[in-house]
């Protein structure tokens, strides 16, 4: 509570306060003092924000197709091999990534991309870990799923769809270091291609990678994941101009 | 616009809102300093140094502190600089005013009051200008002056009996 | 604000596209001027932080911008010469990409795209896509995009290529606007471009800066050096054989008035004549320069 005999006497103290013009010089100092070089604090989750709208279509699309057959596969077959069956397919969520990491990156946009003040390798890394975290909520979706449906073992299932996607994603992200997107892609999707098939044609396959010692495949697993990590590390910090002028070729220099 | 909105937009340098910021505050910063040091040349120079370093320390400013508080501990922490240098010559002059006041039963409630507060101890002036001039509550004080409520209080408490005895022939 | 560019080198294995250059720049208006393949972009490039050096530093303010990294990227604007991949975009979904890449959100972002693009022009073509735009419209944007951090420092890559005499001046209108308190380097090839705009030329040869100074003070270089000579139209031949011709107009005396630029008077009939930036132009690389209209 304010003493009211102080605060009457203390209202008789009244300041004559400073022209306008003080006050606008003071903003004009202000605002030139903003002139040197200073750098707004971004946050990566607002530059992830911002990076959604420039992820592409068919990344949503796909994504979404995926999740379709999930719910369509076991609503209609429930056994073991529709696990495998499904998990064999998350190379290709990562397939359809790659346009988003790196399409967005030809020389051109590059060239001017790289002068702003959030550096391509940041966009980079927010446009992985968009693409990357949707990925992991489909496969979780997937691994949940078949848990409810089947008998594989969840840790099991889990496995399968993380091994699928760790090791597809570390392949097309080496590739596209060396090579063009599209080509990167095409190698990628191949690769895997072959692979799906031989599960499927040959049944040996198929029951082998259902029976794998557990063990094992979480030993696989986390040599991808590993792998995997290495390259995006590597990746976002090479991810300059002269890293896509090197890949795109140099003209006019 | 509030001003959350205005920090915000300020932070991605939109000069607009910062000038806007600046004039919304001046006066209120003055006004502080002045009370503080008593002299309006020096006010001037040092709510303009409070801009100066809202501005640099803009990115590190966190919303949940209100603009005002934030603004006026800055103003307390550029005055402290300033009054530690000028100290000698703020008594001296005080002394002055406080014969002034003394001798004359008819002069200026305006410079008797100026003077009282000159007279109290720094920390208890401050006290005193942030709850009677600014209405900031306990709470707001001790975060603008970097202590405890009951420190607060209890500077409060000790800056009113020494006003009140400051000013006994005037009250 | 200070921008110093010490002894920047570019090499590219054996082939040097920017050898030793060596410049201060200050706020104002800063022509590059070359001929294609003279090592302009290599150093607008350079200059944007976009590609590295091989030898040299850049400074700015005495802090070496590799050091300021976002801080130097934050007071930069870019406009680079190819500016037409953005295609598919909406021109103001694409000014509001840019935003967030320059670090601006909000409400913030749509005020200032709304700003820039009143400044270059371009409020009634917000919604229509960047490939149904003219050229002229598209450098527009392109400055508009370069502006949108407000920054200290623009960097112009042949921004004039492909604009009509109009969108010109309009550009030239633009730049002194902005050049009060900025310092902006154009990159061109266009020797008009830079007589009514550039405080300072600076001359680029062969990855190299042949010459520096103000127009008044490059013009001195060839003063004495330029010629008018009237000849007969099968005398031409033979004086481009041995002389730099420049400007050939028609003349009321003879068939043809030629101008020429030699350190020495090349015909006993020729008149000395007062120099103009195109035969600077001719002067350092011995040919003449493009035209605008050409374009």
């Given at each position: ?7 009457s006497?203390l ?25 040197t ?21 068919s ?8 999740l ?15 696990t ?18 790196f ?87 191949a690769?895997?291609?072959v ?29 991808f994941?590993l ?24 003209e006019?220099? | ?33 002045y ?25 590190q400013y ?15 922490n ?12 703020v ?59 009951s ?21 | ?22 410049v201060?720049l200050?706020?104002?208006?800063c ?37 300021l ?5 934050n ?21 509001l ?5 320059k ?16 400044k ?20 527009r ?51 008009s ?88 132009y ?14």
């Open positions: 509570m304010k003493n009211k005999e102080i605060k006497a209202d008789y103290y009244d300041v004559k306060l400073p022209d306008e013009d003080k006050i606008e010089s003071t903003v004009l100092n202000v605002i030139n003092s903003q002139r070089v200073k750098t707004p604090e971004l946050s990566f989750k607002r530059i992830i924000i911002s990076q959604i709208s420039s992820v592409k279509n990344f949503w699309f796909f994504s979404f197709l995926f379709i057959v999930i719910v369509f596969m076991y609503l209609k077959i429930d056994s073991e091999y529709t495998l069956f499904l998990f064999s397919t998350t190379p290709f969520l990562n397939i359809i990534a790659l346009p988003t990491l399409f967005t990156f030809n020389r051109e946009r590059m060239e001017l991309e790289g002068t702003c003040l959030i550096k391509p390798a940041t966009v980079f890394s927010a446009k992985s870990v968009i693409c990357g975290a949707l990925d992991l909520i489909l496969i979780l979706f997937a691994v949940l799923i078949s848990a409810i449906v089947t008998d594989v073992p969840v840790l099991q299932s889990a496995f399968l769809g993380f091994l699928g996607y760790t090791s597809s994603a570390f392949i097309a992200m080496c590739f596209s270091l060396f090579f063009k997107t599209q080509v990167a892609m095409a190698v990628t999707s690769i895997y291609a692979a799906v098939s031989s599960v499927f044609v040959f049944e040996d396959v198929a029951n082998f990678i259902l029976n794998m010692n557990f063990a094992t495949l979480s030993i696989i697993f986390l040599l994941f792998l995997l990590s290495g390259v995006v590390y590597y990746t976002k910090n090479n991810y300059k101009y002269e890293r896509v002028v090197f890949l795109y070729g140099t006019n220099i | 616009m509030r001003d959350r909105e205005l920090v915000q937009q300020a932070k991605y340098g939109d000069k607009e809102a910062l000038s806007q910021i600046v004039r919304r505050y001046y006066n209120e910063i003055y006004l502080f300093i009370r503080r040091l008593g002299d309006s040349y020096s006010a001037e120079d040092i709510t303009q140094e409070v801009f100066l370093k809202f501005t640099q320390c803009l990115p966190k919303e949940k502190d209100k603009l005002k508080s934030y603004l006026l501990s800055i103003a307390i550029c005055s402290n600089d300033y009054y530690r240098k000028a100290k000698r010559e008594l001296s002059e005080e002394i002055e005013i406080t014969e002034e006041a003394e001798n004359s039963f008819d002069s200026d409630m305006r410079e008797c009051i100026k003077s009282a507060l000159l007279q109290l101890p720094d920390e208890q002036r401050n006290v005193i200008i942030l709850r009677y001039y600014h209405d900031l509550k306990i709470r707001e004080i001790s975060r603008i002056t970097s202590c405890s409520q420190t607060v209080k209890s500077r409060l408490y000790r800056g009113e009996n020494q006003l009140k005895e400051i000013l006994k022939g005037v009250l | 604000m200070e921008l110093k560019i010490s002894n920047i080198t570019k090499k590219y294995g054996d082939k040097i596209a920017v050898d030793n250059v060596n201060t200050e706020n104002g208006v022509a590059l001027l070359g001929a294609n393949g003279s090592g302009k972009t290599t150093l607008m490039r350079m200059i944007a932080g976009v590609l590295g050096n091989t030898k040299g530093s850049i400074s700015l303010d005495g802090r070496n911008i590799e050091i990294d976002s801080a130097y990227r007071v930069l604007g870019y406009l680079p010469q190819n500016f037409g991949c953005y295609k598919d975009f909406k021109v103001k979904d694409f000014l990409y840019m935003c967030a890449l670090g601006l959100d909000g409400k913030f972002a749509k005020k200032r795209c709304e700003e820039m693009l009143l270059v022009g371009l409020e009634n073509v917000s919604n229509k896509k960047i490939g149904a735009l003219s050229g002229g419209m598209k450098q944007l392109g400055i508009a995009q370069a502006l949108l951090n407000d920054p200290t420092i623009l960097i112009l890559d042949e921004p004039t290529a492909g604009l009509d005499p109009k969108e010109r001046i309009r550009f030239r209108n633009l730049i002194c606007e902005l050049s009060k308190d900025r310092i902006i380097i154009y990159a061109t090839h266009i020797v471009d830079i007589s009514y705009i550039a405080d300072r030329v600076l001359l680029m040869k062969a990855g190299r800066i042949v010459a520096d100074g103000s127009t008044e003070e490059l013009l001195n270089i060839v003063k004495g050096k330029v010629w008018s000579v009237d000849i007969m139209r099968n005398e031409l031949e033979s004086y481009q054989n041995k002389y730099s011709v420049g400007a050939i107009s028609d003349s009321k005396i003879k068939d043809v008035n030629v101008r020429i630029v030699s350190d020495v008077k090349p015909d006993e009939k020729a008149i000395e004549a007062l120099p103009d930036l195109d035969d600077v001719l002067y350092y690389f011995g040919e003449v320069a493009e035209v605008e209209n050409s374009n």
